[in-house]
């Protein structure tokens, strides 16, 4: 018999002013459904689309588990399954020939996953400054987006 569903008060992950309260549905140790917390003033029951369909994208049957490894050509579409570590070790490969040869080739592009200290504020920083990187103003969209502000 199926254990009865059971809700977790959690807020959104993202890094919006509002940080919307959500109450996610939880039936046999997995998240099914994700709304917005009726009781919280800002969010009054409503998340926004991206985050309304948290438990479909996470459960999305074609959602990929893995890495993947282009195997073709660029533009083919075929590509293999590999490992976490070889999918490290194959960028670890590659980051190093380039910071030997010319490190600012590397475009330092990241931005903050969840919105963790660790993934939003420091180490992307302080691993591209090791490998001599260019600088970034960390994201391309942000910036143009305030740029056209002005
Ligand atoms: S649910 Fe959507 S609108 Fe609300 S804080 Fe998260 S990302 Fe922003």
Redesign the pocket.
């Known amino acids: 018999m199926n254990a009865p569903a059971e809700f977790a008060r959690v807020v ?1 992950p ?1 890094d ?1 002013p ?3 309260a959500m109450r996610v549905t939880v039936k046999d140790g997995r998240a099914v459904k994700v709304t917005g917390d009726p009781d919280h003033p800002p969010t009054q029951g409503v ?2 689309t ?2 309304s369909r948290y438990a479909e994208q996470t459960h999305y049957r074609n959602r990929l588990l893995t890495p993947m490894r282009r195997v073709g050509a660029k533009g083919d579409g075929r590509f293999e399954a590999v490992s976490w570590d070889e999918a490290l070790t194959f960028a670890a490969e590659r980051l190093n020939k380039i910071a030997a040869r010319a490190p600012e080739a590397i475009l330092p592009y990241s931005y903050a996953g969840t919105m963790g200290l660790v993934q939003g504020e420091s180490i992307a920083t302080r691993f591209f400054n090791v490998l001599g990187a260019s600088r970034l103003d960390r994201t391309i969209c942000a910036a143009a987006g305030a740029a056209d502000l002005r």
């Open positions: 959104c993202h919006y509002d940080t919307c998340l926004c991206k985050v």
